[in-house]
């Protein structure tokens, strides 16, 4: 059973550790008048991710599935998703609708968001960031939402290990050993960095975010605006020398 931590109101980590690989998976479902999943996990988590949704929701109401970007971890599960809820539509880039999720991955046309574009499941608001190529692919985007002020970040602030659900404390320097591992691995140029990477990770601060939910790791509580310019100076530092 994957583990389920409320890290805000009505706001659920689920999260499995992948022993062999040393990290976590971690989709977060947010309780509102039209649920949302953000990250569906890898093919092979389905039947725990939905045993843990379906012990906070019905799992049958889902209505939207959001994502970052067109990888497994992502948004792998989302035929499977659809056939369980019939309500669903997936949430992404109009970049990802046109390129990819509407031809190969779901079973409905996708809801494709713009740059700021706002949609509301009750109670909470999100806004959608397009971000191409932070973390990674050209698809790319970031869910915001603005009440409790969560940035949905996907691969951002990655930590490997089977680490504590949230955390006060500063994650860069575990964020930089796992990069740099990555680096010297199979994996590496996981993420690349480019003529957009630092004014996007700035424009992510100026959310002021207080929470920062990542896929891989701790999520971190507190000041997101310093954690987020400090990553894009380590990203600086360990991908351009
Ligand atoms: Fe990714
Ligand atoms: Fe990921």
Known sequence: MAKITEIAPDFFRITTFVEPFNIQFSQFLVRDDQPLLFHTGPRALFQEVKSAVASLIDPQTLRWIGFSHFESDECATVPEWQQLAPQSEVLCSVVSKIVSVDDC?????????????VL???????????????????????????????LLCSDLFHQDGDVEPMTESDVIGRCRDTLV?????????????????EVTLNRLAALQPK?????HGSVYVGDGSTALRDLAVMWREVLTT
């Open 211 to 215: 929470r920062l939910a990542t896929m």
């Open 181 to 197: 591992g990555y680096q010297h691995g199979p994996l590496a140029n996981y993420v690349p960095y480019c003529s957009l990477t």
């Open 120 to 150: 509301e499941t009750g109670r909470y608001r999100f806004r959608f960031l397009a971000t191409p190529h932070v973390p990674h692919c050209w698809e790319a985007g970031l869910l915001f939402e603005e009440t409790q002020r969560t």
């Open 105 to 117: 991955l779901a079973l409905r046309p996708a809801k494709g968001m713009v740059d700021g574009e």
